[in-house]
């Protein structure tokens, strides 16, 4: 294959120039990083479950009306996307207390929220992703007053949606982040969802064991990390009875074969 050009890497993702103006290609890597990226690691098979799990909410989001950049799958490993200026915020929604709320409040991991919470962290992994409020993102230009009130809008939509969809499957939907981006028709900017949506940056857990089912296991040192994101995918319907991780793992089939 022609070699394209390399736009950005980043943790879990590569960015690829895509074969039209425009678009741009996603790679899944299993890499996986924690705090900052101070704790990194491998999950073989991950790159493989994220491109599929991420495919399938974005799709059914689009089909509910929330504009996303997600164009189609292309491989196991790989999406074509719309390019977009990312914005530089991190959306957290929240519906049960973990994690960095827990910590930073003193509140109890598991604890249900009287009202779903929205967070925004500044994007920027020299300052650790510092927490802000919409003050700081309309004093530095961050985002435009409307653009964060249809992101906020956009993060319900999601939420009620992801909440439902996994609470069917026997998943709690605890928290999630969410990024977005802009795209121009002409003078006029448009917010749509983009990155991903997957067990790297949700918190899902089981409903009757509480067994955490995402990047926790990773975080926590808990283990079966590619067993849990297996479940969620097969929960979801996207994988197929029998099929296991080695079928997955292609990029150390392409590492072996020295592509
Ligand atoms: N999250 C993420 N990327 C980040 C920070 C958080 O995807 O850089 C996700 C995380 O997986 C969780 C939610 O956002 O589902 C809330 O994370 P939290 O603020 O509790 O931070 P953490 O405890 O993960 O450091």
Redesign the pocket.
């Known amino acids: 294959m022609a070699r394209r050009r390399q736009i950005y890497e980043g943790k879990a993702k590569i960015l690829y120039e895509g074969p039209e103006p425009g678009t741009i290609i996603q790679y899944f890597k299993d890499d996986a990083t924690a705090f900052n990226a101070q704790k990194k690691g491998t999950i073989s098979g991950k790159g493989v479950l994220n491109n599929r799990i991420s495919e399938h909410v974005f799709t059914l989001l689009q089909h509910i009306g929330v504009p996303t950049h997600f164009i189609r799958r292309l491989n196991m490993r790989e999406q074509l996307v719309r390019q977009c200026e990312i914005i530089p915020i ?1 959306v ?1 929604v929240r519906n049960v207390v ?4 827990s910590k930073r409040l003193g509140i109890e991991e598991g604890t249900q929220l009287p009202r779903t919470l929205i967070e925004y962290y500044y994007k920027d992994d020299a300052l650790g ?1 510092p927490m802000v409020t919409e003050e700081h993102i309309a004093c530095f230009g961050w985002a435009g007053q409307e653009e964060m009130h249809d992101i906020a809008d956009m993060a319900i939509r999601v939420n009620d949606f992801m909440s439902g969809m996994f609470a069917a499957i026997g998943i709690r939907l605890v ?3 969410l990024e977005f981006g802009r795209v121009f028709d002409g003078e006029f900017a448009r917010v749509i969802l983009a990155d991903e949506i997957s067990p ?4 899902l857990w089981d409903m009757e064991t509480g067994e955490k089912l995402d ?1 926790d296991r990773f975080r926590r040192d808990l283990g079966g990390e590619v067993e849990a994101y297996q479940e969620v995918a097969r929960r979801l319907g996207l994988l197929p009875e029998g099929l296991d991780t080695d079928v997955l793992d292609l990029e150390s089939h392409r590492k072996k074969r020295g592509k």
């Not at 973990?98 to 709320?101: K, M």
């Not at 790297?200 to 918190?203: A, H, N, T, V, Y």
């Open positions: 991190e957290v973990a994690g960095s709320l992703d928290d999630f982040k790297d940056g949700c918190r990047k």
